[in-house]
């Protein structure tokens, strides 16, 4: 006969040793997504996107003294964003060779601005927010005109700089050098 302590694991040891074993499985299976996550910038190598220039279009587009809304692809959409990854600017052809390109957002709170060419008037629908049809601030909560994208015209095609959002440090202004909150 064997003694209790000749090799045999007490239930105590063997059920201490399954939980060690499961929870260990538990915490691989949730670091991995997190693992995934800190490592997806070296992974995925986007980080040109950010800089990269954008086509919108060619500038029949986009006639002269008007203004059109126009779509381009988000620089790091992933295969899930769908019709999310799809970012919308509105285009201004002053003259045929100058252009100002506004993101759609509104510079309070990033409603998107709807263009009233009657009134020549950008307006947001959320709080009121009204821009004149070059960007700058007519009336409501925003205190600043709306963000601008860098543009070049190249092979008779618009590009722009798109990869970088706007944010308040990039006001209105950009290809008109104008002050900010003009």
């Not at 915490?27 to 954008?54: C, E, T």
């Not at 709807?114 to 009204?130: A, E, N, T, Y």
Request: proline share 8%; charged share 15%.
């Amino acid at each position: 006969m064997s003694s209790p302590g000749d090799g045999d694991v007490s239930r105590r040891a063997l059920l201490m040793k399954l939980g060690i074993v499961f929870n260990g499985i538990v915490a691989a299976i949730l670091a991995v997504p997190l693992v995934r996550y800190l490592l997806s910038p070296v992974s995925h190598g986007r980080k040109g996107a950010y800089q990269s220039w954008f086509a919108l279009g060619e500038l029949e587009q986009f006639p002269a003294g008007q203004t059109r809304l126009a779509t381009y692809v988000n620089p790091v959409v992933n295969l899930w964003d769908g019709m999310t990854g799809d970012v919308a600017c509105w285009v201004r052809n002053i003259d045929g060779k100058k252009f100002q390109v506004f993101a759609v957002n509104c510079a309070h709170l990033g409603c998107p601005v709807r263009w009233f060419p009657q009134s020549g008037l950008f307006m947001c629908p959320c709080h009121g927010g009204v821009y004149y049809q070059d960007g700058s601030r007519a009336s409501g909560p925003p205190e600043r005109g709306l963000f601008e994208h860098h543009y070049k015209l190249e092979n008779g095609k618009l590009w722009i700089k798109a990869g970088e959002m706007p944010t308040p440090g990039m006001v209105s202004g950009i290809a008109t050098g104008k002050p900010p909150c003009a």
